[in-house]
């Protein structure tokens, strides 16, 4: 099945090796850098030597200092490289090819590094049944765009996705947290685990019913989530934006 075939009736494609593993290295290292700084800072630990140090660290910033943490949240949707990879050729030439012919992001990149001690509500690290279109209402084609920057296997807590679901329209009816929910019963056994390589990028409908997988893990399950609304869908125009 093409890409193209497959978004329409599947409503999502992984784009395999989309970008170099090493890029992606270089971004969670930058905003590993923002977490040390204020590690140190406080004095929880001057170095570390393996990844389970630092996030033995970082679970103690964010259990001692959880307004810095935040802060420092906020930084890492402001890196500059961040940025680079939402406006790539890579990311918007394979846009244009899915029929998103003039792609606008509707809101600013946001990083997540989903874990149950990096969060005080279980819905920050684990994501309730819910669509995206609820929330952004733009173009019908509007286009999530998911990186992650680790392998997603089964331990990490891959996202959850319901085959189809995107021709279902908008089915939201409650809200849990900041995510428009809807009542899951009826979907639940629906799912099917989305597990993907480093360098892979996730592209789905704004419809397609998702949901956090669980991360039993002891790593944070650091990630990017991009939406692109195209400014030529007819609607959209009709809308006025």
């Known amino acids: 099945m093409n890409e193209i075939k497959q978004l329409n009736q599947k409503g999502y494609v992984i784009k395999k090796n989309l970008f170099d593993p090493q890029e992606l290295d270089n971004l969670k290292s930058e905003g590993q850098k923002i977490f040390f700084n204020q590690i ?32 420092c949240a906020q930084q890492i949707q402001n890196l500059i490289s961040v940025y680079r ?37 279980v819905e920050n690290w684990k994501t309730p049944p819910h669509q995206d279109w609820a929330t952004i209402q733009s173009s019908l084609d509007t286009t999530i765009v998911w990186v992650p920057w680790v392998d997603i296997t089964k331990e990490i807590g891959p996202l959850e996705i319901f085959e189809g679901s995107h021709k279902l329209g908008n089915i939201t009816s409650g809200k849990q947290g900041d995510f428009k929910t809807f009542n899951d019963e009826e979907y639940k056994d629906s799912y099917v685990s989305v597990e993907m390589e480093k360098g892979d990028a996730l592209f789905f409908s704004s419809f397609l019913l998702h949901k956090s997988g669980n991360n039993i893990s002891s790593n944070p399950r650091w990630s990017m989530h991009l939406r692109y609304s195209n400014l030529d869908e007819s609607t959209n125009i009709q809308r006025g934006y």
């Open 85 to 121: 990879v939402a406006v790539s050729d890579e990311i918007v030439n394979t846009l244009k090819s899915y029929g998103v012919s003039f792609p606008t992001m509707i809101v600013k990149p946001v990083v997540f590094f989903s874990h149950k001690n990096l969060s005080k509500k």
């Open 40 to 71: 140190k800072k406080f004095g929880i630990t001057s170095e570390y030597s393996t990844e389970e140090d630092f996030n033995s660290s970082l679970f103690r910033l964010f259990k001692e200092h959880p307004d810095v943490f935040i802060n």
